[in-house]
């Protein structure tokens, strides 16, 4: 019914930038906000960055002023720009969505398969 779809990880070194992408197909649903999730061993799941359709923004302390999301709202995309990486930053990135499907009343999560982003010298 929804399928996300991500791109943009990929190596970089310290203090360099990516972008990820995430564009979010399918009908019948109605899109709450979507955003990025990330974890990597040893560290606890993090939820980065969030957008809303009401084009509200939350970021983990760990990226302000680094991280930027926004969002393609016509196309149900959402990018995430990264700047300054630290080796901090590595992890997979998911993104992640939610969403009410037309007649329903539930609000649903999908999460896209994930991309890694690693950050190395």
């Known amino acids: 019914q929804v399928h996300l779809a991500e791109s943009g990880g990929g190596l970089v070194q310290p203090g360099g930038s990516l972008r990820l992408s995430c564009a979010a197909s399918?009908?019948?649903?109605?899109?709450?906000?979507m955003g990025w999730y990330r974890h990597a061993p040893g560290k606890g799941g993090e939820s980065v960055a969030v957008i809303t359709q009401g084009g509200s923004t939350i970021y983990a302390d760990s990226v302000k002023g680094r991280f930027t999301i926004s969002g393609d709202i016509a196309n149900n995309i959402v990018y995430l720009q990264m700047n300054n990486l630290k080796p901090e930053d590595t992890a997979v990135y998911l993104c992640?969505?939610?969403?009410?499907?037309?007649?329903?009343?539930?609000?649903?999560?999908?999460w896209g398969k994930g991309t890694l982003v690693t950050v190395s010298s």
């Open positions: 399918g009908s019948g649903f109605s899109i709450i906000d």
């Open positions: 992640r969505t939610q969403i009410i499907a037309t007649g329903g009343r539930d609000a649903m999560t999908y």
